[in-house]
């Protein structure tokens, strides 16, 4: 058997920056067990499959696809960055014709189109509530250390808990920042965190100057130490940051060693529309 399978780095369009996601093209239903085989194989942060949905479906002429994603340890119901990479192969790749195309996935539909250089997800946002520091105290600790927070929020919709530092301090600081996720899952004594973003106010002046607001984002829960660029976390950030800001539209820089860059936009729908740029940097065949 032959899959085509494709690794594009997303929210950037330099090579070897960004979030890699794997991307394959399954012309026949895989059995389900292959499905995390090969995302083990991949070893990436996310692999996705796109399916067509009926049988005279095209990845170059239809407009709607199945779309799943696995982390090397298991299936997840939301990924960003590896939305955009299997929009960008088929764009890119198969010159997919459509002005929009639509995924049906775990988190219901999602949409991809392309605005010039980037490719711009419809995305859910979610919202984010106050969190009560004493329940979460020991996983802060085994983040941050002893450095000032000055908000503490968490999304149940996603599991993610979003801790705000200090507006005191400077990128370098967040992107410095030593952190050893393997202690999270022992600090972590609630059983609701599933993800833990760190953020901060952005700064309008010196040499950054321009993104709203930075972050990183750690997921060891799903055997994913420290995500380079996660789209899913920016669905929380921007409801965060768009109340704090008072923006609809905003820029944001993921912090990782990687790094990448997402424009944000919130819709009157209730929804978030994040696009990012691409860099495809590998084709190729799964062979088995």
Known sequence: MQ???FTVDAFTNRPFSGNPAAVCLLENDLD????QKIATEMNLSETAFI????PGDDFAKSSCFGLRWFTPANEVPLCGHATLAAAAVLFHIQKNTNAVLTFVTLSGELKARQVEDHIVLDLPL?????QV?????????AAVGDMIVQDLRYSPDTKKLLVRLSDAYERSVLEELQVSTQCFLTAEKTGKVKGLILTLKGNS???HKGHDFYSRYFAPWYGILEDPVTGSAHAVLSSYWSEQLGKKEMLAFQCSRRGGELKISLRNDGRVDVAGKIAIVLKGYLTF
């Open 205 to 207: 002046s010196g040499k």
């Open 51 to 54: 399916r067509r949905l009926h």
């Open 3 to 5: 899959i085509p399978v």
């Open 133 to 141: 520091l004493q329940e979460v105290e020991e996983l802060i600790k």
């Open 32 to 35: 389900e067990d292959l499905h």
């Open 126 to 130: 979610y919202l984010t509530y106050p």
